[in-house]
């Protein structure tokens, strides 16, 4: 966050007609004079040191009143938000473009993290040249650090992008009751979670594709004597490219206030040392009482080696790490008021399976989670962690479940297990509910069995973030399980203390806290408006292209509105509303002897013109879109929900009122 040197003199003025305005220099020249006067009592003709001056400014409160006048104007989209005496449940990110001023806490340790650009970045020497006001590809940096999250601005994709920002973490103690004070250098060097750096590039399409995933740890610049450290830090590819060099990330970092007295460069190797010790131990541990477990269950029934059971997990950068660490209790705020809003929220964040280069079937990767909320789509482990997470910060007794759906197509999706037994399916990806109801195979022929609604098909096991069962019952069918994990005969679990290990928050080095979630910063009626006019043009250049004329009707258009919001209604709490009341207010405006024909249609994108693409290919819109007809008169409303991350709901109904002439 380099100024230009006409900048760097315009804050300099600033900062001198500031201090001017406030009489900084009156204010010391009377404190020199009573110090002075003071020491010649004391101690004779001694020289007053620059040090028993500053001491005499801090005392009688003048560097805290001028600390408290400083501030720092930052950009919204790079800094987040300012952090207080508790960390925020959530980041409220606003227009990219904004400025504000954010006041710096003289009692609070910051680390000032510089990005300096990037080098080397050769996947994108070839980029192409964008015409003016073209989109073009972009990258952007995401970081989070102790319930933090910061974006930068986009930059180009290039070999060398100018990723220029600058990001302010506070620094906080843990401690019930210390969390006020400013960290010294013993508390800082005991603070192991490190700075989670996420590249995203975004294509001209608004496709969006983790590039790196690095875990920065900060704990050098406490050796420093300057109170600043310059790092270049090499960021790896993901999944099967997790050992190959995307680019050189230049950053510098620095402690704002220094430190008084810094630490020997030794002791902070010996601190980073002794945690990576244990926490390979630990794993280590874990691994050997996984292993033994392993083979007792096989023991138990040799059919049980088919079973879907999931221990481990690769994440982005191909690290292994147990599952019951990608799973923990998430809360959102006020950014999501129910369970099934929660579900409906994961459900609108894209999926896709894991790229994978050439054949070979699924490539296996679990992103954590500040990747998976960066990328803004993942596969479907990914919405199961998510969800999973989100219901057990709503208090329920909720588990991922590992299995198949139909065409023994591995699977992953949630349960929820109430206090009378009753259990839940919830499908991540779609929001669907499904309860289960089991069969009982010993039960005479003519006794009706229920029909499964769910499309899963086997099960091997169910974790969360504190437990872990394995289904040793003697079918693997999901409508023959009987949920019943106190019994030992059809779930074998793992040690409690065992998970608790190696996937607790701060048991290990390697597992961070979860990101909080950003509030979302889509204006949903100029969003709906905007989407609307473009595809009125959209829908009347292809009937102009038709030989068909175009009339509006307005207000048809604004009553297709309650219709969309119950949509969407329905999909959150699974009850229908409010549809008598939009069918006798469209009863009233069709006039008799005339049809009215209507085609909703949900999207989880805001680019019309795909939006369009994609309803033309349904003969009901084609044929509303495309109607002929005496008096036709045609109608189209937009309606976009929006919820936490931006991820949004955008419901279109086209809908058109003719008579027919035969």
């Known amino acids: 966050m380099s100024l230009p040197p006409e900048k760097a003199l315009e804050l300099k003025q600033i900062i001198h007609n500031h201090l001017t305005k406030i ?69 409220v990110d606003k227009d990219p473009t904004e400025l504000r001023k954010t006041n710096i806490d003289p009692t609070r340790r910051y680390l000032y993290l510089q990005v300096l650009g990037g080098k080397a970045f050769l996947e994108y020497l070839q980029e192409p040249q964008n015409l003016p006001g073209q989109p073009c590809s972009t990258l952007t940096l995401y970081l989070h650090f102790r319930n933090q999250r ?6 180009p994709c290039s070999c060398e992008p100018d990723l220029q920002e600058g990001f302010l973490l506070e620094i906080h103690k843990d401690i019930l009751g210390e969390g006020s004070k400013m960290a010294d250098a013993t508390t800082m060097l005991s603070i192991s979670d490190p700075v989670h750096m996420v590249l995203i590039k975004t294509d001209s399409s608004s496709d969006t594709t983790l590039v790196s995933s690095y875990f920065l740890d900060w704990r050098s610049v406490l050796s420093s004597p300057k109170g600043s450290t310059a790092l270049a830090l090499e960021l790896l590819g993901v999944s099967t490219e997790s050992r190959v060099s995307v680019g050189i990330l230049n950053v510098k970092l620095e402690l704002f206030p220094g430190l008084s007295r810094t630490l020997t460069e030794e002791i902070v190797q010996t601190q980073q040392t002794l945690e990576r010790q244990k926490t390979s131990e630990k794993e280590r541990l874990f691994l050997v009482y996984a292993k033994q477990w392993w083979r007792e269950f096989l023991q138990i029934r040799p059919s049980n080696n088919t079973k879907l059971v999931k221990i481990f997990a690769q994440d982005e950068n191909g690290v292994n790490r147990p599952v019951c660490s990608y799973v923990r209790k998430l809360r959102a705020g006020r950014l999501l008021d129910t369970p099934r809003q929660a579900a409906r929220f994961v459900s609108l964040l894209g999926y896709e399976r894991a790229p994978v280069v050439g054949g070979g079937g699924k ?36 588990y991922i479940c590992v299995g198949t759906k139909s065409k023994a197509v591995p699977h992953t999706w949630v349960m929820t297990i109430g ?60 409508e023959l399980c009987v949920f019943d994990f106190s019994n030992e005969s059809r779930w074998k679990a793992m040690s409690e203390e065992a998970i608790k290990s190696v996937c607790a928050p ?8 979860f990101p909080p979630l950003w509030a979302p910063i889509i204006d949903c009626a100029a969003t709906s408006n905007e989407i609307e006019q473009e595809l009125r043009y959209l829908l009347a250049e292809h009937r102009k292209d038709l030989d068909l004329s175009t009339v509006w009707d307005d207000n048809l258009s604004y009553l297709l509105s309650p219709a969309l919001f119950a949509y969407e209604m329905e999909r959150i709490s699974g009850v229908s509303s409010g549809n008598e ?18 085609f909703p249609i949900h999207f989880l994108h805001r680019n019309s013109r795909r939006a369009f693409a994609t309803c033309l290919r349904s003969p009901f819109c084609e044929e509303i879109v495309c109607c002929r007809g005496d008096h036709v008169r045609i109608a189209v409303r937009v309606r976009t929900f929006s919820y936490a991350e931006s991820a949004c709901a955008v419901w279109i109904m086209f809908a058109c009122i003719y008579r027919s002439v035969l």
């Open 150 to 155: 910061f974006r930068s601005k986009p930059v």
């Open 581 to 598: 009341e939009f069918q006798d207010a469209i009863r009233k405006v069709v006039p008799d002897g005339h049809t009215f024909k209507a």
């Open 363 to 398: 490539q296996e990767q679990w992103c954590t989670l500040l990747a998976f909320l960066c990328r803004n789509k993942g596969d479907c482990e990914d919405h199961a962690n998510l969800l999973c997470s989100l219901l057990l910060g709503f208090g329920l007794d909720a």
């Open 23 to 91: 009489d900084i220099h009156g204010k010391i020249r009377d404190v020199l004079a009573e110090t002075v006067h003071e020491d010649m009592e004391r101690a004779g003709h001694q020289n007053l040191s620059e040090e028993d001056l500053m001491k005499a400014l801090r005392r009688r409160g003048i560097i805290d009143d001028v600390m408290k006048e400083v501030r720092f104007v930052e950009e919204v989209s790079g800094r987040g938000a300012a952090s207080t005496s508790k960390p925020s449940t959530h980041f």
């Open 506 to 513: 701060g048991s290990t080095a390697s597992i961070c806290d």
């Open 419 to 478: 206090i009378n037994g009753t259990v839940v399916f919830w499908e991540s990806l779609t929001a669907h509910r499904y309860i289960f109801k089991p069969v009982n195979p010993d039960d005479p022929p003519l006794v009706q069995q229920p029909k499964p609604a769910y499309p899963y098909k086997t099960i091997g096991c169910v974790f969360n973030h504190q437990s872990f069962y394995a289904n040793c019952q003697p079918s693997d069918a999901v």
